[in-house]
């Protein structure tokens, strides 16, 4: 049995931070229940590219495990519909902008005072208090206002947006954390509780070490790109025939470095002595560095140096780290089979349970696939189910 077998969680969340998070908890077990407007449903169905309508591909990434019921809940029927599932469950999960949930009867005043075991988890871009509170908030959005993206990328070179959206997955595995602990919390009170998590205050988080650099030297630093502002030789190289990351992260590892690279004269230099040496002169390190990688080949250094336990990768493609057989032995990749789509492949979540291998138990749902068997759940028969059917407040 899964740790959260038996947990019910009513998910209004929609793209990707809520989504994340519930697709968490529903691979531990959890029954997930998805809430969606009717019409097109998760905006991240829209998203191409698409295996079949419906179907984008950042949706399928973040919902699996769940089931799709299509409410109307601007509808009084449909309010109603929602209230009655939260009083059923342990866990509600909403991402709406500021005072949304209000206007819908479904916030954790309304929900908590017909359900007080409920758990109500909060997800916002700028938080629920503050001159920003109503402000709409998308990853990209706070990768600018937090300053993250000021320090991405080359210096001189245009602003770069992270590709694998950081603070919205992030600010998922915080909402997951906070919900876990709420669980425990509830054990011994018997009471739920609320939880509120922000795009912001996750990307404020993830600063802890650059903030500290910035109040210790009081000047923006400069933008990186591959590199490390606090370590050096700490970043990507050109080999002979393509690049390579090599991490030299302390002395040691720069002794054995110099060893294999031909650098022996240089090792105890005192400008190269030490890290903080080598980030005083950090320019003349590179150059002393690159001079030396570029002679051989990727291969041929990423070999010598995992010989001897210095850090380093090739710089892989997608399809490079998919092909790789240690990628293949995590079992990371988990493939099923999609009532509509066809045969499809994942992410697994990347925790692993008594050695258990990773599976994909119900896949991503089309829009609205289970209303019936929901609504059936909560006692409605089938023909008032039809009836909330012609009159749209289902789908």
């Known amino acids: 049995m899964k740790p959260l077998a038996g947990v019910k969680v009513l998910d209004f969340s929609k793209v990707l931070a809520g989504p994340l998070c519930s697709q968490y908890l529903g691979d531990l077990g959890a029954d997930i229940i998805k809430v969606e407007p009717v019409g097109l449903g998760d905006e991240t169905r829209g998203w191409p590219p698409f295996r079949a309508a419906g179907l984008g591909t950042v949706f399928v990434s973040a919902n699996r495990n769940k089931r799709s019921i299509a409410l109307d809940m601007k509808s009084d029927e449909g309010r109603k519909i929602a209230q009655e599932l939260a009083r059923q469950a342990d ?23 017909a359900n007080e075991r409920l758990i109500y988890c909060s997800i916002s ?42 603070i919205d997955q992030m600010t ?7 919900i876990l602990a709420s669980l425990i919390e509830r054990q011994k009170t018997g009471k739920g509780s609320t939880v509120r998590v922000s795009l912001l205050e996750t990307a404020i988080g993830l600063l802890g070490y650059n903030l500290q650099t910035f109040w210790e030297r009081g000047v923006q630093p400069p933008k990186c790109g591959s590199s490390h502002e606090s370590l050096c030789p700490y970043q990507a190289f050109e080999a002979a025939d393509g690049p390579i990351m090599i991490g030299v992260a302390n002395d040691n590892l720069w002794r054995k470095f110099c060893s294999v690279a031909g650098l022996e004269a240089i ?34 250094w990423d070999e010598t140096l995992a010989k001897i336990g210095v850090p380093c990768s090739p710089i892989n493609s997608l399809a490079q780290l998919l092909d790789h057989p240690h990628t293949k032995s995590t079992g990371m990749i988990v493939e099923y089979e999609h009532p509509v789509a066809g045969a499809m492949k994942g992410i697994a979540q990347p925790i692993l ?43």
């Open 91 to 113: 866990v509600a999960i909403e991402s709406f902008g500021t005072g949304v949930a209000e206007r819908l009867g479904i916030d954790a005043g309304t929900l908590q005072a």
């Open 125 to 166: 871009g700028f938080g629920r208090t503050g001159p920003l509170k109503n402000s709409p908030g998308y990853d990209v959005i706070l990768q600018a206002f937090s300053g993250v993206m000021a320090l991405t990328g080359d210096e001189g070179g245009g602003y770069i947006r992270s590709p694998i959206s950081p």
């Open 172 to 178: 998922g595995s915080h909402a997951f954390s906070g």
């Open 267 to 300: 090792v105890d230099d005192p400008k190269f002595r030490t890290n903080a040496d080598r980030v005083a002169h950090r320019a003349e390190t590179l150059g002393h560095v690159q001079t030396a990688i570029a002679k051989r080949p990727v291969a041929d």
């Open 353 to 395: 349970f008594n050695e258990q291998p990773r599976k994909v138990g119900l896949p991503p749902p089309t829009h609205g696939q289970h209303t019936d068997e929901v609504l059936a759940e909560i006692g409605l028969p089938h023909g008032r189910i039809e009836e909330l059917r012609r009159a749209k407040i289902i789908a």
